[in-house]
C-alpha cells in the first residue's frame, strides 16, 4: 500500500470524526439550550397582604380588560380576600377567616341571570363562600346561600378549586383535606338555592386513596374534563372531572421528579386552540415553574413529560399561581402569570410572551 493512498484513507476518516464531533457539539448544544431554565422578570406587583398570602386567581373582564383584576387570599390572622388591579393597586379587602385558596368561573346561571363567580375556601368553618364579580366595578359581592356551604367531609380544608362542567354549564368545588382523610378528593355541586344566592351539595368522594402526602394545589381543566392535584412530595395526581362518569380513580401521575425542589404546589392551565396547550406547576423552594404538555403526548394524552422551566425573578416559596391566556390591556397584550410570592407577602405578575421567550406558543384570543 502506498503512502500517497494511505494519506487519503486517514483524511477520509478525519473528516468523518471531524464530523461526528460537529454533530456530537450541535446536539449538546441543543439539549442544553432546551434544557436551560428561562428566566424572567417581573412586570407587576402587588401591594403586600396583613399577614400570610397564599393563592391567587385572575379574572379578565369581559368587556374592558383594563378592568381585570386578581383576587388573593391571606390565610393568617386578621386575613381574607384581596382584590387589585393590574396595576397591583388594592381595591377590595374581605376580612374572613383562615381563607386558603380561592377560583373563578364565568357564567353561572342564578335567578336566571349569568354571573362571573370568585369562590374561596374556608379553613376554621369548614365552608365555602361564593362572591359574584360585578362588571361595573369590578367588586365582590357575597351571594352565599343564607345558611352557608359547609364541607363537614374535610377535617381541615386545604386545597380547592372550580370545575364548569361544558355540556350543562353545572359548576363544582373540588376540594382536599389537609389532615385527616387526605388521601382522597371530595366535590360540591354548586347551584341556585331558589333565592338569589348559591347553596352546595356534596356529590362525591374520589380518589381512591391515591394521594401518598398531601394535596393544596388543585385545578381543573374545564374543557377536557381533568382535575390536577399536586401531591406535595410526590407528583401531580390527574383524575376525571365530572362526577357523572363515575370513574373516581387516578388516571396518572407525573412530575415525580424533573428537578422539583420542596412542595409541588399551584397548578395553572395555560389554554390555546384545539385543547391544547400547557399546564404550569409551582416548585416551591427554588421559583420555578415547571410547564408541562395540556393534551399529553403524542401517543398518550395521559404522558405529560417535562417540556420547560421557568425560573421567576421576584418570587419565591410559592405557594398559589394562575395564568390566563387572555389579553389583560396594555400591560399584558398576551396573557400573563399570577404568582405568590412568599417573602413579600404578595403576589407578582409576569406577561406571557416573556415566559414563552422562544420556545412556548403564544395563543391570545384562543
Not at 374534563?225 to 376525571?240: H, I, L, N, P
Request: hydrophobic share 35%; glycine share 10%.
Amino acid at each position: 500500500m502506498n503512502s500517497q493512498y494511505i494519506l487519503a484513507y486517514l483524511a477520509k476518516k478525519a473528516k468523518k470524526i471531524i464530523i461526528t464531533i460537529s454533530c456530537l457539539i450541535a446536539l449538546t448544544i441543543g439539549i442544553v439550550a432546551l434544557t436551560r431554565p428561562q428566566v424572567v422578570n417581573p412586570k407587576v406587583t402587588t401591594s403586600a397582604v396583613v399577614s400570610d398570602a397564599d393563592d391567587c386567581a385572575i379574572w379578565i373582564h369581559p368587556a374592558d380588560a383594563a378592568k381585570s383584576i386578581v383576587i388573593g387570599t391571606d390565610k393568617g390572622k386578621g386575613g381574607g380576600l384581596y382584590v387589585w388591579n393590574l396595576n397591583g393597586e388594592q381595591m377590595q379587602f374581605i376580612p374572613l377567616h383562615e381563607t386558603n385558596n380561592v377560583d373563578v368561573r364565568p357564567g353561572m346561571r342564578i335567578g336566571g341571570e349569568a354571573f362571573d363567580i370568585a369562590v374561596v375556601n374556608l379553613q376554621r368553618t369548614k365552608e365555602l363562600k361564593v362572591y359574584k364579580i360585578d362588571p361595573a366595578n369590578s367588586q365582590l359581592i357575597d351571594i352565599t346561600t343564607d345558611g352557608g356551604i359547609k364541607t363537614p367531609e374535610l377535617d381541615l380544608p386545604y386545597g380547592f378549586c372550580l370545575y364548569r362542567r361544558p355540556r350543562d354549564g353545572a359548576v363544582f368545588a373540588i376540594e382536599s383535606s389537609k389532615i385527616g382523610n387526605n388521601a382522597n378528593l371530595q366535590q360540591y355541586l354548586l347551584q341556585d338555592d331558589g333565592q338569589g344566592k348559591v347553596q352546595g351539595v356534596h356529590v362525591r368522594t374520589f380518589g381512591n386513596n391515591s394521594i401518598a402526602d398531601k394535596v393544596e394545589g388543585l385545578a381543573a381543566d374545564d374543557e377536557l374534563g381533568y382535575v390536577y392535584a399536586s401531591d406535595e412530595t410526590k407528583a401531580v395526581r390527574k383524575y376525571y372531572a365530572d362526577p357523572d362518569l363515575n370513574k373516581n380513580e387516578p388516571i396518572a401521575a407525573f412530575a415525580t421528579r424533573d428537578g422539583f425542589k420542596g412542595d409541588r404546589e399551584g397548578i395553572g392551565i395555560y389554554k390555546c386552540d384545539g385543547n391544547t396547550g400547557y399546564l404550569l406547576i409551582s416548585s416551591q423552594d427554588n421559583k420555578s415553574v415547571k410547564i408541562y404538555r395540556r393534551e399529553g403526548e403524542k401517543a398518550n394524552p395521559h404522558q405529560h413529560d417535562l417540556l420547560a422551566t421557568v425560573l421567576t425573578n421576584g418570587s419565591k416559596d410559592t405557594d398559589g399561581l394562575d395564568v390566563t391566556n387572555l389579553s389583560a390591556g396594555l400591560k399584558f397584550p398576551k396573557g400573563f402569570l399570577a404568582k405568590h410570592n412568599s417573602s413579600g407577602k404578595n403576589f407578582v405578575l409576569y406577561a406571557w410572551e416573556d415566559i414563552a421567550g422562544s420556545a412556548l406558543k403564544i395563543c391570545t384570543g384562543q
